[in-house]
């Protein structure tokens, strides 16, 4: 029998962190088949004057884009509110990598009352007009949008994005922050029609749109195959914005028992790891994700995703079988880094020495790789776990790296979009990185270890 060398690497997903200045620019986009609207110089028909936030080398209005193709999240506003009453918002996402589309229609004043379902369609028509902007050579946008967007919104832009996403296959993902009942046109109803995956905010302690009436029904209601409902608990309907007189004065009496900065941090610890793989496809930050809906303090949450699970092979003489707990849609099997032709099922016999792994991949795109397995024509199998382990973690000076396991090393490490940070190699079974010139944020350190490898997240503070 072959001997059987298992290294199974505790590997942690990665989030990501603010990297950017924030550009600002101001569109008005023009639908001719209505009327009204807000702002002037998109042509005739409804004037959508819209505020746009993105990521830029240089703070300021009008700059220039920095470098690179980023997602666009289009956000609706509260009943009676301006765009700028989230401010925390375009902050946080455009200076992670993200361009954000914030419409000023049905918003500002009480009287005449906003109009949901046109607002609703303001929302769909920016997403799709701000995405074109990659192919005009006259905008800073040229070539810079990524192909790939969301609409997200709070009460009752949180209800119209809901109406917005409804029968629309042009978006990625939908996003409401305490979505409210639309008064027009149903959001609880057009749910039903929501495809694309969707994350649903409440705080337990909204007096203003009570979770009960509100954002379960919605939930409940959405047709997505991948939904997920996050319950802050003691938070509030205004605490996913800046303090605003209007929002305050219309939640009046409620049962919040945590502060804003809380609720804040709460919503994205989930909010965050999502975005990054709806958005950017990043599967590492699908086991985030999971991860914070499972472990955030202060939230009870349910999901209807499927779970990235880990991946196992079972040795049976010169017999190797994949294990997972999830629902894979077709296996690959590996040896020594190369895929090997055929090889397409849950099984595979062994026929030579070298380092054998399976990638599993899932229904919804994501793939993950089980261990390395080692053959040497020998007898016997030793299972070597936890072979990379950091420490501490945040770090503020230096990070200690150790290894349960001998031979050459390889580190590196990356930020986010896998710029390289540092790079070194040894032999040494501990090493010492000096972590002081970091930026605050999250890193990913990679390790090879004899052609294995592990991605391993750590924060500098």
């Not at 193709?69 to 375009?90: E, K, L």
């Not at 029609?193 to 959405?222: E, K, M, Q």
């Not at 790079?423 to 079974?429: P, R």
Request: aromatic residues 10%.
């Amino acid at each position: 029998m072959k001997k059987l060398l298992f290294f199974s690497f505790v590997c942690f997903s990665f989030a990501i962190f603010a990297q950017y200045q924030v550009g600002h620019t101001t569109i008005t986009f023009n639908d001719p088949t209505r009327t009204g609207g807000y702002g002037s110089g998109g042509g005739t028909g409804r004037q959508i004057q819209t505020e746009v936030y993105y990521p830029a080398n240089t703070a300021g209005d009008n700059v220039a884009v920095a470098s690179g193709q980023f997602p666009v999240i289009t956000f609706g506003h509260g009943f009676a509110m301006a765009w700028d009453a989230y401010s925390n918002i375009w902050q946080r996402y455009a200076a992670m990598g993200y361009i954000l589309a914030f419409p000023r229609t049905e918003g500002g004043t009480i009287a005449p009352p906003p109009v949901h379902y046109q607002f609703a369609l303001d929302l769909r028509l920016v997403s799709q007009k701000v995405l074109a902007l990659n192919t005009n050579s006259s905008s800073i946008f040229n070539g810079k949008i990524m192909q790939k967007s969301g609409i997200m919104g709070h009460s009752m832009g949180g209800g119209a994005s809901i109406v917005a996403a409804s029968g629309n296959t042009n978006i990625d993902a939908v996003i409401g922050l305490a979505p409210a009942e639309t008064n027009d046109t149903s959001a609880i109803a057009k749910a039903t029609g929501v495809s694309v995956p969707a994350l649903i905010f409440s705080g337990s302690g909204d007096a203003a749109t009570p979770p009960a009436d509100h954002h379960i029904p919605i939930y409940n209601n959405l047709g997505s195959s991948c939904k997920n409902f996050v319950s802050i608990i003691g938070g509030g309907h205004c605490y996913f914005g800046v303090d605003n007189f209007i929002c305050n004065a219309g939640e009046g009496s409620s049962n919040i028992t945590i502060t804003r900065q809380e609720q804040q941090d709460r919503t994205y610890a989930i909010l965050d790891p999502w975005l990054d793989f709806i958005l950017r496809g990043n599967c590492d930050s699908y086991n985030a994700f999971q991860t914070a809906m499972n472990g955030t303090t202060g939230t009870v949450n349910q999901s209807t995703c499927p779970s990235l699970a880990p991946v196992s092979i079972t040795v049976n003489n010169s017999l190797l079988t994949a294990n997972s707990t999830g629902t894979p849609l077709s296996y690959q099997w590996f040896l020594n880094g190369s895929p090997i032709s055929g090889e397409i099922n849950q099984t595979l016999s062994v026929t030579q020495n070298g380092s054998y792994t399976v990638e599993v991949t899932y229904s919804f795109g994501c793939a993950t790789s089980s261990a390395y397995v080692y053959t040497n024509g020998t007898s016997g199998i030793i299972e070597l776990k936890n072979a990379v382990k950091i420490y501490p973690n945040p770090v503020k000076s230096t990070l200690t790296v150790d290894f349960s396991i001998s031979g050459d090393k390889k580190i590196l490490i990356s930020d986010i979009n896998g710029r390289e940070i540092l790079k070194t190699s040894t032999e040494l079974n501990t090493l010492n990185l000096d972590c002081k010139e970091l930026k605050p944020g999250y890193y990913l350190l990679i390790s090879e270890i004899n052609g294995a490898n592990c991605k391993t997240q750590f924060i500098k503070e």
